[in-house]
């Protein structure tokens, strides 16, 4: 069965930084470009980054850039996402999803919240 | 910016039928936006409906369908049922391995 389990998540203080990790199961890691993809409470889903298979290729929108991070290692399985000079707008439940470059995200991880407060 | 745009809201009566779009605030959707269609309830995970245009996911009963009408995505759901009631996001690709997900639409079945 493909499955992805996120962890990593928190409260952490404004300027702080986190790294969510996202184990996958199930299916050949290595062959699929990933996502994170999060949804801040009451709002709607945002993609914010996307990697390639072999971890080569990133892909991020304006808005992120500089401040979060993703990356993978593919011996482990794993998927990550650094965030550093976490804001406020951060907080929100963070998913891992496989998927990515023109390919749509065909399986989703539980979701892992991450609540920047002082 | 491109803004993708979905219907902030919907109702449906049980058995009824319904069609939700995504549009862009500039030009038109095409299947060149390998658009998708996701149903969340709240506090879970999305599930997958729809890929690249009109594809349905395994395990998704026939009643979503996936199109283009005129220049948005369309998503129909026919026979609606009270657990249909959820909330409905599509996501189109931009380029560049750029996906932007539309606001949302909540669909209401009463």
């Known amino acids: 069965e493909e499955q992805l389990l996120e962890s990593g998540g928190g409260l952490v203080q404004p300027g702080g930084s986190l790294r969510l990790s996202c184990v996958a199961s199930?299916?050949?890691?290595?062959?699929?470009?990933m996502s994170w993809v999060r949804q801040a409470p009451g709002k709607g889903l945002e993609w914010v980054l996307g990697i390639s298979g072999s971890g080569d290729s990133t892909y991020y929108p304006d808005s992120v850039k500089g401040r979060l991070t993703i990356s993978r290692d593919n011996s482990k399985n794993t998927l990550f996402l650094q965030i550093n000079s976490l804001r406020a707008e951060d907080t929100a439940v963070y998913f891992c999803?496989?998927?990515?470059?023109?390919?749509?995200?065909?399986?989703w991880g539980q979701g892992i919240l991450v609540t920047v407060s002082s | 910016q491109t803004v993708v745009t979905q219907e902030p809201s919907f109702s449906v009566s049980p058995g009824g039928t319904v069609t939700l779009t995504c549009g862009l605030s500039?030009?038109?959707?095409?299947?060149?936006?390998?658009p998708s269609w996701y149903q969340q309830t709240p506090g879970l995970a999305p599930r997958t409906l729809i890929s690249?245009?009109?594809t349905r996911s395994s395990g998704v009963p026939d009643r979503f369908a996936g199109s283009i009408l005129g220049n948005k995505a369309a998503l129909t759901i026919t026979g609606a049922q009270a657990d249909d009631e959820s909330d409905y996001y599509c996501v189109l690709y931009m380029g560049s391995g750029i996906f932007v997900f539309g606001g949302g639409t909540q669909l209401t079945v009463l």
């Open positions: 999803a496989k998927g990515g470059w023109y390919n749509h995200f065909d399986l």
């Open positions: 199930g299916f050949s890691f290595s062959s699929y470009s």
């Open positions: 500039s030009g038109s959707v095409s299947t060149n936006s390998y």
């Open positions: 690249n245009t009109n």
